[in-house]
């Protein structure tokens, strides 16, 4: 399964645009990336999962340049409430065994 | 639709006993895993299933013994509880959607003391 690399934590105020990016140097033709929120004592939740170029969906977008060895996950105008720990993780097309690492600590403030 | 459901939501257990984790979903998800999470870490895959009847390990199975013997259910068995197992356990079921990947759901976890 391909490592991925990403920032330990982040910090940002309400209204501004965040872009968490990670880096999978490793990744193979057929993986997929996704990422996921969590918030303190709750499971994971499925933010956007993308192959190439560009994806967006009504919470955030994911930019994955053509060599696919890096994406960022970008969200809009973030409140307080998107407080909480984004994981990257390469998902290999098919499968369905995921590989979290630590996880970026996004922290909003007023 | 409840999505996927875990009980108990919080457990204590002295060394050496044994207990099942409940897991169950609603959404007739083909896949179920396992995975716990220490603190400050990601999660780890502890046994996942691709279908009733039909189980494998992940990155961290010794200790925990699974089965599925319905779609619905998965649930998880300590054997004999350790202080090393103490965590919190995430439940999850997943779909296969029309370009191949998987999007997971997560239950709301179980959190595990073993004194």
């Known amino acids: 399964l391909a490592k991925t690399t990403q920032p330990i934590s982040m910090d940002s105020y309400e209204g501004q645009e965040v872009n968490i990016t990670c880096s999978h140097n490793n990744i193979a033709t057929n993986d997929y990336i996704t990422w996921y929120q969590q918030f303190p004592s709750q499971g994971p939740r499925f933010i956007i999962q993308?192959?190439?170029t560009k994806v967006t969906n009504e919470v955030a977008s994911l930019f994955i340049p053509a060599d696919r060895k890096s994406s960022t996950l970008s969200l809009p105008r973030v409140s307080l409430s998107d407080t909480a720990v984004y994981y990257c993780?390469?998902?290999?097309?098919?499968?369905?065994?995921?590989?979290f690492g630590t996880g970026t600590q996004l922290k909003v403030e007023l | 639709n409840a999505g996927v459901t875990q009980t108990p939501k919080f457990q204590v257990l002295k060394t050496g006993q044994s207990m099942t984790l409940q897991c169950a979903q609603d959404?007739?998800?083909?896949?179920m895993s396992w995975y716990r999470q220490d603190p400050g870490m990601g999660l780890r895959l502890i046994h996942y299933?691709?279908?009733?009847?039909?189980?494998d390990q992940g990155e961290v199975p010794n200790g925990y013994n699974v089965s599925r013997s319905t779609t619905e259910d998965f649930p998880l068995r300590l054997l004999s509880a350790a202080p090393s197992q103490t965590s919190v356990y995430f439940c999850a079921s997943s779909y296969s959607t029309a370009s191949g990947t998987y999007e997971q759901y997560f239950g709301p976890g179980t959190r595990l003391t073993v004194t």
């Open positions: 993308g192959y190439k």
């Open positions: 959404m007739n998800h083909e896949y």
């Open positions: 993780l390469v998902e290999k097309g098919g499968g369905n065994k995921l590989t």
């Open positions: 299933s691709v279908g009733a009847g039909i189980t």
